[in-house]
């Protein structure tokens, strides 16, 4: 994606060879920083502190983060001790592990300085596939989108998206965004409607940024706004990212996505997930019972940070002292809430048979399932 003429990714090594920067997420949209990540423990805490978040990139960042520390150390206790530590550091989006494993994998029958050499060679081709994987879900939802247009001849496509899922939260394009800068770019009239997301409001602060950096026509409205949206028809679907999804099709998003879900299926709105093979988790067939759902803290949910009209950031308590908060990150959607589920490979029902049909590889007996 370009900010202001230039092409960024949302991490890259540095001129240096070695070192790695990110984009600073916690100070968009005021201030566009790039932050220099020097260590395994500096990936793993802009992950917990989310300076990068979003599924993909969160795994993007723990690969590099791997990269570092094996430079200080290749031994096998160091790599060990490592993939603990950026495991640990959020519970529900499956890509950080599924980055990690690959990482290890990876560099396993390597010693010393080719140890090094093979992570930093992994991180930057998961990064690449990421890109990649990202394009082709957005030409697999553009012709979701295209068809909806065509229903709709001279008419704007409303699309109603929660959190962030776009080239923030990836390596470059997004997930459910990618359909929409797809479908912006081949002259489709489209609109977003963006749920601002409490409480950390990605999509007020991340998704209405990149949205308007890119020319894309788009409205923020309160979380509780979709019901009455879709209930007047100005919402023509949804499109949602994914943290982990399971292998029947339930799917863990942003607090709210479940809500969104609801509101769809009782006025007829189709409600899509888009996401990579990294944000499938084949070991599990209950999102609801098995997904680890991430607690944050209260004060995310008390406190509220944002610009002043003299243009000072501030963090301000917006709830009565004292009392309790509770700050849940995610929930899950079961997936009979799903009308399809858009991935690199296509489009499918959100149900085993329909994630076999895409990934058959993973079908029981065979020797990559
Ligand atoms: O807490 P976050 O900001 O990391 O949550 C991000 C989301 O819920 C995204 O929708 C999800 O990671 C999909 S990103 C392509």
């Known amino acids: 994606m370009k900010i202001d003429g230039t092409h960024y990714r949302t991490i890259w090594v540095a001129n240096d060879g070695w070192s790695v920067e990110i984009i600073d997420q916690t100070k968009l949209p005021h201030e566009f920083a790039v932050a220099p990540l020097r260590s395994a423990e500096d990936a793993a805490r802009a992950i917990k502190d989310m300076l990068v978040r979003g599924a993909p990139l969160i795994g993007a960042t723990a690969a590099y983060g791997l990269c570092m520390a094996l430079r200080e150390d290749a031994s096998d206790e160091n790599l060990d001790r490592t993939y ?7 519970p529900t989006a499956v890509n950080l592990k599924w980055s990690l494993d690959a990482m290890r994998d990876a560099v396993r029958s390597a010693g010393g300085n080719a140890r090094v050499e093979a992570a930093y060679a992994e991180a930057a081709r998961l990064c690449d596939e990421d890109v990649e994987t990202c394009r082709k879900i957005g030409e697999n939802g553009l012709r979701i989108v295209r068809g909806i247009a065509e229903a709709k001849p001279g008419e704007t496509v409303n699309i109603l998206t929660h959190c962030n899922a776009g080239w923030l939260a990836c390596v470059d394009w997004g997930t459910a965004l990618a359909p929409i800068y797809m479908a912006h770019d081949a002259g489709l009239l489209v609109h977003v409607w963006v749920d601002e997301t409490r409480p950390r409001n990605q999509g007020a602060s991340l998704t209405a940024f990149e949205l308007g950096r890119h020319g894309v026509p788009h409205t923020i409205v ?4 979709g019901g009455h949206l879709m209930q007047h028809g100005l919402v023509d679907m949804c499109i949602v990212g994914t943290d982990r999804t399971t292998s029947t099709g339930d799917v863990a998003n942003k607090i709210g996505t479940y809500l969104k879900a609801l509101a769809a299926d009782a006025n007829g709105v189709p409600f899509y997930v888009a996401l990579p093979h990294t944000t ?4 599990l067939k209950d999102g609801v019972r098995e997904i680890e759902i991430e607690q ?5 949910v008390t406190h509220m940070t944002g610009r002043t009209d003299k243009g000072d950031i501030v963090t301000v308590e917006i709830s009565a002292p004292g009392s309790a908060a509770v700050n849940y990150g995610f929930d899950v959607t079961p997936a009979r809430f799903v009308t399809g589920l858009i991935t690199e490979r296509g489009v499918a029902p959100a ?10 590889e993973k079908k029981a007996g065979n020797k990559n399932a």
């Open 84 to 90: 603990d530590m950026l495991l640990a550091t959020r």
């Open 222 to 225: 309160p979380d509780n706004a």
């Open 280 to 283: 499938i988790d084949w070991t």
């Open 296 to 300: 944050r803290s209260p004060r995310e």
């Open 351 to 360: 149900s085993r048979e329909g994630l076999l049909s895409l990934y058959p």
